[in-house]
């Protein structure tokens, strides 16, 4: 899913701390939609001028921690693990994970709605996204002839 402006390459470090506070916003935020952005800072081990300057705002926050957690779920589907399973059980190990990701994440819903208000957020890209993976999935079971064309 690209973002809608063109991507700069970020140091090492930049790079890690941006990952460490998606990876603590996605939990923290699915516990508590109001959890305070500078709890997250502290809990991901960075300061909040950090945090500000990859996320200017709550939303902003919300918005890339949806889009990163989606685009994990993409990616399983042309994983090396998914990849190693027989076509019908790999799409049953992707639809179970995507069923957990919906569950766990339904906390989320009302923030990102509001967040979807103020941050671009172009849910057509990851429905095209969502819908590649189970394409992908579905045509490794049909070429295997686990799963009917139709």
């Given amino acids: ?6 991507e700069v390459k970020k140091r090492a ?3 890690a ?3 460490r506070i998606l990876g603590v916003a996605l939990q923290a935020l699915t516990l508590d939609p109001d959890t305070s952005l500078n709890s997250i800072a ?3 081990g960075v300061g909040a001028g950090t945090l500000y300057r990859h996320f200017p705002t709550r939303d902003h926050l919300v918005v890339a921690a949806y ?3 989606v685009q994990e779920l993409v990616d ?4 090396p693990g998914i990849a190693a399973l027989e076509p019908t059980a790999a799409l049953r190990t992707w639809f179970d994970r995507m069923a957990q990701y919906g569950m766990t994440k339904a906390g989320l819903k009302d923030a990102l ?3 979807t208000t103020t941050v671009p957020f172009e849910l057509d890209e990851i429905l095209e996204a969502l819908i590649g993976a189970i394409a992908h999935l579905l045509a490794r079971g ?5 799963l009917r064309d139709d």
């Avoid at 399983?76 to 994983?79: D, E, L």
């Avoid at 049909?142 to 686990?146: K, N, S, V, Y």
């Fill in 113 to 115: 709605e509001a967040a």
């Fill in 42 to 44: 502290k809990a991901a």
């Fill in 142 to 146: 049909q070429t295997a002839g686990e």
């Fill in 1 to 6: 899913m690209p973002d809608s402006k063109p």
């Fill in 76 to 79: 399983a589907a042309y994983s």
């Fill in 17 to 19: 701390n941006y990952d």
């Fill in 13 to 15: 470090d930049a790079q």
């Fill in 67 to 69: 889009r990163h957690e």
